[in-house]
């Protein structure tokens, strides 16, 4: 789903109406992206709220060169690491149903939070470079300059992040290839 | 040929990183109501900077014209002496003024008698001065000796004599309006409609507001004292007119009384607050209103009685002076009045929450036409801008301004 070219010059014009169609349009993935970096959802809504803020105010440098989604999607990736410069994210993490959303969110989606749980059950800078290597498809060297710490480190990191999580993600597969067997023997 | 098939990680991979969640509600707004700051706070200093610019430019352009009129003739006086008699110009290398004393009167006062002295001054700076009106050799007696480095050789003998010098005392090449330079004290009166409003209003792109401006009378006396020929000082006492109209305003039915509806609006200026009396409006059978929400248009006035004072600077072009004005004015809250009119009529009543007073910075161009006497007729662009916001509220950002393209009379005396 692409923005239409109208809408994004509407925007550029600050009619209310078109941003928050471009808000509609946008906020469910770049929240999902945000609980991904901060698994807490008040620090999350504030990186979304940051974040969108910044879309609108830079939406003139938007070249139309890429993606739009590629390009907010960036915006709220340096916006939450913005966050984690500032060291912000002291905020103990915890995912629940209520602090996703609401309780009437249409889009709420247990396995979702489920999958969250498992990230936010990372070590803080793991759970960075897990999002920036494996879902971002930046490189170590970028990584470790966006964080401040060395190639080596990010690369340990991550392959820690990825073990924790295999282990974690193998564990759940196989209970879950037992409840379907199980199912069906009964 | 062997295919790479994705295990528990990669399918978790896969989902985490295409998942969405819809965020509260509440994000939109806060976002909404930050961009609407961001708004705001940009107009606000956008309006700042063009009206520190306006008073740059009024100041530095008020300032230069001061000086660039301002030709002091003493030192083309003491040029005069230059008048050169005969017998000096067979002397032998004559006294020599040089360059570096161009700029303060020589140390010859200038009488009859010294017109004798001879001075060679170099012909570029009597150009550069202005005194010279052009070079050319009046006397074919003249042209063996001249040259330019030389300078200048003025021989009372010749017949006619050279005109290298203009022996015309120089005079200030202004027309200058005689009665208004004349006066010392200018009397103009002023009464006016100013078209009043708000930054918020001027500011606001969201549509959802629906504050205007508004026409109002209001009116100045004001008196200038000219304390050199380009610079005078005004001072007096005006009525300064400023409000603004809201239209659409929905007034709500509480409930209790079907018949009694209440607006409560908080304005750029104040809150307003009107409760219509218990009228027998149009009701269902069931006894609710078809629409619990009734219309209603605000118009606000505000005056202040204010001591203007502003700092001028003029030129002439003619007999047309022109005047930059610069200046601020604080004054008290004199009449708040509303008027609300609705399907039940019109109310009127005071807003609440204006503060008592005013601050200002007020920018004009005041052009006088003479007409009679000493009687001219006034023409006066202006704009006032309030420094301080009316609305009592702490965090009130709007200050409302004023317009005008203001007519009067001025008297000199």
């Known amino acids: ?186 | 040929m062997q295919f790479y098939e994705p295990g528990p990680y990669e399918e978790f991979v896969g989902k985490i990183s295409t998942a969405k969640v819809k965020p509260p509600a509440a994000v939109w707004h806060y976002v909404s109501q930050q961009l609407d700051d961001i708004q705001r706070k940009k107009r606000v200093r956008f309006l700042y900077w063009v009206s520190a610019y306006a008073a740059s430019f009024l100041l530095i352009g008020g300032l230069s014209l001061f000086f660039l009129l301002k030709t002091d003739t003493k030192y083309v006086e003491s040029f005069q002496i230059a008048e050169l008699s005969a017998k000096n110009l067979n002397s032998s290398p004559p006294p020599t003024v040089s360059i570096s004393n161009l700029s303060s009167p020589l140390p010859i006062p200038v009488s009859d008698k010294n017109r004798e002295v001879l001075v060679q001054l170099p012909v570029e700076a009597l150009f550069a001065q202005g005194t010279v009106d052009r070079l050319e050799p009046m006397d074919s007696r003249l042209g063996a000796h001249f040259s330019p480095q030389q300078g200048l050789q003025t021989i009372s003998k010749l017949k006619p004599p050279p005109q290298y010098i203009s022996t015309k005392k120089p005079t200030r090449n202004r027309n200058l309006s005689k009665a208004s330079a004349r006066a010392g004290w200018t009397l103009a009166l002023y009464t006016n409609p100013y078209f009043s409003s708000n930054t918020s209003i001027i500011m606001s792109q969201s549509g959802v507001t629906k504050e205007m401006g508004l026409w109002m009378w209001g009116g100045e006396v004001q008196l200038m004292k000219r304390i050199s020929e380009n610079v005078g000082l005004v001072f007096g006492l005006a009525v300064n007119p400023t409000g603004q109209r809201t239209l659409d305003l929905a007034m709500f039915n509480d409930g209790r009384t079907r018949s009694k509806d209440v607006l409560s609006a908080i304005t750029s200026y104040g809150t307003v607050t009107v409760a219509t009396p218990d009228v027998a409006t149009p009701m269902h059978d069931n006894g609710t209103k078809s629409s619990p929400v009734s219309l209603s248009d605000l118009s606000q006035y505000i005056y202040h009685i204010e001591i203007p004072f502003m700092l001028t600077t003029k030129f002439n072009v003619d007999r047309v002076g022109v005047e930059f004005r610069f200046g601020g004015a604080a004054g008290m809250l004199v009449h708040n009045k509303f008027e609300v009119h609705n399907e039940h009529g019109n109310f009127v009543g005071e807003t609440q929450g204006v503060k008592p007073y005013s601050v200002s910075a007020i920018s004009a161009v005041s052009i006088s036409i003479p007409l009679v006497n000493k009687l001219s007729l006034v023409v006066e662009p202006y704009f006032r801008l309030g420094l301080v916001s009316f609305n009592n509220q702490a965090n009130s950002t709007t200050y409302p301004f004023n317009a005008s393209v203001r007519f009067g009379l001025g008297y000199s005396f």
Request: charged share 25%; proline share 1%.
């Open chain 1, 1 to 186: 789903m692409e923005v239409s070219k109208n809408i994004l010059e509407r925007c550029c014009n600050n009619e209310r109406k078109a941003q928050q169609l471009l808000y509609e349009m946008y906020s469910s993935a770049m929240y999902g992206v945000c609980l991904r970096y901060y698994p807490n959802a008040e620090i999350a809504r504030d990186i979304l709220q940051d974040g969108f803020i910044k879309v609108f105010e830079k939406l003139k440098t938007y070249k139309g060169e890429g993606s739009f989604a590629g390009w907010i999607r960036r915006i709220m990736v340096n916006t939450a690491l913005e966050y984690h410069r500032k060291a912000r994210d002291f905020v103990d993490v915890e995912i629940t149903a209520d602090s996703i959303g609401d309780a009437n969110n249409v889009y709420f989606d247990t396995d979702y939070q489920f999958l969250l749980k498992i990230v936010a059950s990372l070590p803080r800078q793991y759970r960075l470079v897990f999002n920036l290597y494996a879902i971002e498809g930046y490189s170590h060297a970028e990584i470790a300059s966006l964080l401040n710490i060395a190639e080596s480190t990010s690369k340990s990191n991550y392959s820690r992040a990825r073990a924790i999580l295999r282990e974690k993600v193998s564990l759940i597969h196989k209970f879950e290839t037992y409840a379907v067997l199980r199912a069906r023997t009964i």
